[in-house]
């Protein structure tokens, strides 16, 4: 588990060249805000978090599926880091922040998730 990134992950470096393409520029990883948000947009007030699909628990997604081995262990893990984003998304609206999250299996569909992204940011 050691070798698992936090940051500066592939799904992460292309979020952040489409973001850079549509013209936005932004913060990495800002410590001060829940969650640690991957991008921080401070002049709009938004985060984007990147999340992968399998260590988030993206509902419905293949890519979200359990380990068949050690359940016991990865059951608690994977469920308690989707209950801490739900905690730091809530943290962060009170706080007054927009928040988006990119999922790892939009990365396949880039002409829709330029979309997404554009219009979270453009969004007043």
Not at 74 to 82: A, F, H, S, T, V
Request: charged share 30%.
């Amino acid at each position: 588990m050691s070798l698992v990134r936090g940051a500066d992950t592939k799904p992460e470096m292309k979020v952040r060249s489409i973001v850079h393409r549509l013209g936005f520029r932004y913060r990495l990883h800002v410590s001060k805000l829940p969650g640690k948000p991957d991008l921080v947009f401070p002049k709009l007030h938004k985060v984007l978090f990147v999340h992968g699909c399998f260590w988030h628990r993206h509902s419905g997604c293949l890519l979200a599926r359990l380990p068949k081995s050690r359940l016991d262990f990865w059951k608690p893990k994977l469920e308690g880091n989707r209950k801490r984003d739900l905690l730091n998304a809530a943290q962060l609206r009170k706080a007054g922040w927009k928040v988006g999250i990119v999922w790892e299996c939009e990365l396949v569909k880039s002409d829709r998730l330029t979309t997404k992204i554009e219009r979270f940011l453009d969004a007043a």
